[in-house]
C-alpha cells in the first residue's frame, strides 16, 4: 500500500524496526564465573565430641567464705539440673509432656471430653444385645439448661441432641449385661427426680359415694365432685344456667356426661376459680370426665374419642412490641 499524503519523516518509519537496531556481537566470555575465590580456604580443625564430657558445674569440697548462701544453693541446682540431663541424654529419651484430655488444646473441653467418653463406650459395647426402643428402660436425661450447668459451657441444642442419641443408645444395653462403668456414665446424666417413676395416684370412690376429678384451662380451675344421683349441676353455688348465660359453655360444662349418656343419672358439685366463663366450662369438662372415670372406667375410649380426657394446652398469644395484636401489623404506608 502507499500512502502519498504521508511526509517524508513519517515515510522512514514504515522500515522494519529490526533493521535499525545494530545488533553486538557475541563473544565468549573471557573468564568462566566461580563462586570460589582466588583466596586460599583455610578449613577449621576438627573437633572430637567424643573425648569431651558434658560440662557439668561443680562445687568445691571447700568453696569460697566470699559466697552467700544464696549463691551456693543456686549452684546446687544447676548441678542438679545438669545431672538430670544427662541421665536423660544418655538413656535417648525425648520425654515430652503429654496432656490428660484429647482435646486440651482446645478453648472449653469440658463438652469435647464428654462427647469422646460417650462415642468410646458405644465403640466398646456396640456388640451387646440391646432391646427395642419400645423395651428400654424409660430414663428422664438432663435438660439443656441443665447440662450446661453441669459443664459450665455454652453448648448448643444441636451438640445437646448428640449427646441423648448417645445416652438413649447405652440405655437400650439388656440390664442383666449392662457393664459397670456404662451405668456409671449413665447415672451422671439422670434427672435426680425421675418423672416416670412417680405412679400417679388411683382414685377410689370415698365412703359417700363421691368421686374426685380436677380439670384446667387457660388460666381457670375447676374441682368437680361426681356422685349419683339425679342429674343437678352446681356450679360455685349456682345453677347451671345462672353460672353460664350462654349456651356454649353451658354444653361444655356437662360434655362429658351428654357424649356418654349419663347426663341424669349423676349430680354434679363444681367449684372454679381464674380464667373467664368459657375457660371454667372447659376447665369442668376435664374435671367431669376424670370424675366420671373412677365410677365407669370402661367409658374412658369413649371420652377420649369426644376429646374430654386431654387437656387443652392453647393459650392466648401474647401481644409484641409494635404489632397491634399477637401478631397483626398496623398499617403499611409508603409516604
Known amino acids: 500500500m502507499q500512502f502519498n499524503s504521508i511526509c517524508s519523516s513519517c515515510v522512514r518509519l514504515t522500515k522494519p524496526f529490526s533493521s535499525s537496531i545494530q545488533r553486538l556481537p557475541r563473544t565468549p566470555f573471557s573468564k568462566s564465573f566461580s563462586t570460589i575465590t582466588s583466596r586460599s580456604i583455610i578449613a577449621a580443625p576438627p573437633i572430637d565430641f567424643t573425648s569431651q564430657g558434658d560440662y557439668t558445674p561443680t562445687i568445691d ?9 544464696e549463691d551456693k544453693a543456686l549452684l546446687k541446682g544447676l548441678s542438679d539440673i545438669s545431672d538430670d540431663e544427662s541421665d536423660t541424654s544418655s538413656g535417648g529419651l525425648n520425654a515430652r509432656i503429654v496432656p490428660a484430655s484429647p482435646s486440651y488444646f482446645t478453648g472449653k473441653p469440658q463438652f469435647t471430653d464428654s462427647l469422646l467418653t460417650l462415642q468410646t463406650l458405644l465403640r466398646k459395647y456396640q456388640l451387646l444385645p440391646a432391646l427395642a426402643p419400645v423395651q428400654a428402660p424409660r430414663a428422664a436425661w438432663h435438660t439443656l439448661s441443665q447440662y450446661r ?21 447405652l440405655n437400650r444395653i439388656h440390664p442383666g449385661l449392662m457393664p459397670e462403668e456404662v451405668s456409671e456414665v449413665l447415672e451422671t446424666y439422670r434427672r435426680d427426680v425421675n418423672p416416670f417413676a412417680v405412679r400417679r395416684r388411683i382414685q377410689m370412690v370415698d365412703e359417700d359415694g363421691k368421686s374426685f376429678g380436677l380439670g384446667r384451662r ?3 380451675t375447676a374441682k368437680v365432685y361426681l356422685v349419683e344421683g339425679e342429674g343437678e349441676v352446681l ?6 344456667n345462672v ?5 356454649h359453655d353451658r354444653e361444655s360444662a356437662i360434655w362429658a356426661l351428654k ?14 376459680q381464674g380464667g373467664g366463663l368459657t375457660g371454667q366450662a372447659e376447665s369442668i369438662t376435664l374435671a367431669v370426665a376424670k370424675a366420671l372415670m373412677v365410677h365407669e372406667p370402661d367409658l ?9 380426657v386431654t387437656r387443652d394446652p392453647r393459650r392466648v398469644e401474647r401481644k409484641k412490641p409494635g404489632h397491634l ?4 401489623m398496623p398499617t403499611w404506608v409508603k409516604r
Do not use: H
Not at 569440697?61 to 552467700?68: E, G, K, R, V
Not at 450447668?149 to 443408645?169: D, P, T
Not at 353460672?243 to 349456651?247: D, L, V
Open 149 to 169: 450447668v453441669m459443664l459450665g459451657e455454652q453448648v448448643s441444642a444441636a451438640k445437646f441432641q448428640n449427646i441423648k442419641e448417645i445416652l438413649k443408645r
Open 235 to 240: 356450679v360455685n353455688g349456682k345453677s347451671l
Open 325 to 328: 395484636k399477637a401478631r397483626k
Open 243 to 247: 353460672a353460664f348465660p350462654r349456651i
Open 259 to 272: 357424649c356418654t349418656g349419663r347426663v341424669g343419672r349423676y349430680n354434679v358439685w363444681a367449684v372454679t
Open 218 to 220: 387457660k388460666a381457670s
Open 300 to 308: 374412658k375410649p369413649a371420652l377420649r374419642r369426644a376429646g374430654c
Open 61 to 69: 569440697s571447700d568453696p569460697d567464705d566470699s559466697l552467700s548462701d
